[in-house]
T-cell receptor
Framework: QKEVEQDPGPLSVPEGAIVSLNCTYS??????FMWYRQYSRKGPELLMY????GNKEDGRFTAQVDKSSKYISLFIRDSQPSDSATYLC??????????FGQGTRLTINP | GAGVSQTPSNKVTEKGKYVELRCDPI?????LYWYRQSLGQGPEFLIY????????DSGLPNDRFFAVRPEGSVSTLKIQRTERGDSAVYLC???????????????FGEGSRLTVL
C-alpha cells in the first residue's frame, strides 16, 4: 500500500463549480498535510498546509483533514480557468522528505 | 537568483551515456532536495542535502545515480549508463533549513526533462 494515494483524474469541471480533491494516507502518525499546485511544465508550489485535524481556509481554497479516516481534502470554490493545474497532496515523512500523492489533473472550462 | 534554477531544461541522450543535471538553489537555503517525476506521477524523493552532506540518499534507485553539493550551494545530479527508464523530469527544491524548520514548503525549480533514447 502506498503511503499517500490520490485519484489521478483527470477531472474537468465548468467555471464556477466547486471542486473536491482527495487523498488517503496510511500512517496514522502523520501530523502535517500539504497541498501543492503544479502548472504544466513548472515545478510544484505550496498552496496550503494544515496541522492535525480540522479545516483551514484561504480565500477560495479550503483544506480539510479527517485523521480518523486518514483522509485529506482540498475544496476550491468558484473555480476559475487559472485553477487548471495538477494538485498534489504531500505529507512530510520524518524531518527530511515529502511524500507526494500521484496528483490530480484538474481542468476548469470557461 | 530569485528562485531555484535548473539546467539544462531539456536533455536528450542515448542509452548508456552519462548525464549531469545542475541545480542552483535559492541563496541562503541550506537544504536541497532532488526529486524525480515520471509522466502522470507525483514527485518521488531521491536525495536530501543539508549543507554539503547528503543527509538522506535513500531514494536513489541504484548506484548509477549520484549527487554532490561540494560547497553547500550548487548541486549536481549525475546519472551513469543511462537507461530508457531514467526518462523523467528531475526536480530540484530548496528550503531555508529543511522540513523540520518550516511546514513543508519546498521551493521547486522548473525541472530538467531527461529523455533517454
Amino acid at each position: 500500500q502506498k503511503e499517500v494515494e490520490q485519484d489521478p483524474g483527470p477531472l474537468s469541471v465548468p467555471e464556477g463549480a466547486i471542486v473536491s480533491l482527495n487523498c488517503t494516507y496510511s500512517n496514522s502518525a502523520f501530523q502535517y498535510f500539504m497541498w501543492y499546485r503544479q502548472y504544466s511544465r513548472k515545478g510544484p508550489e505550496l498552496l496550503m498546509y494544515t496541522y492535525s485535524s480540522g479545516n483551514k481556509e484561504d480565500g477560495r481554497f479550503t483544506a480539510q483533514v479527517d485523521k480518523s479516516s486518514k483522509y485529506i481534502s482540498l475544496f476550491i470554490r468558484d473555480s476559475q480557468p487559472s485553477d487548471s493545474a495538477t494538485y498534489l497532496c504531500a505529507i512530510p515523512q520524518g524531518a527530511q522528505k515529502l511524500v507526494f500523492g500521484q496528483g490530480t489533473r484538474l481542468t476548469i472550462n470557461p | 537568483g530569485a528562485g531555484v534554477s535548473q539546467t539544462p531544461s531539456n536533455k536528450v541522450t542515448e542509452k548508456g551515456k552519462y548525464v549531469e543535471l545542475r541545480c542552483d538553489p535559492i541563496s541562503g537555503h541550506t537544504a536541497l532536495y532532488w526529486y524525480r517525476q515520471s509522466l502522470g506521477q507525483g514527485p518521488e524523493f531521491l536525495i536530501y542535502f543539508q549543507g554539503t552532506g547528503a543527509a538522506d540518499d535513500s531514494g536513489l534507485p541504484n548506484d548509477r545515480f549520484f549527487a554532490v553539493r561540494p560547497e553547500g550551494s550548487v548541486s549536481t545530479l549525475k546519472i551513469q549508463r543511462t537507461e530508457r527508464g531514467d526518462s523523467a523530469v528531475y526536480l530540484c527544491a530548496s528550503s531555508y533549513d529543511g522540513l523540520a524548520a518550516n511546514t513543508g514548503e519546498l521551493f521547486f525549480g522548473e525541472g530538467s526533462r531527461l529523455t533517454v533514447l
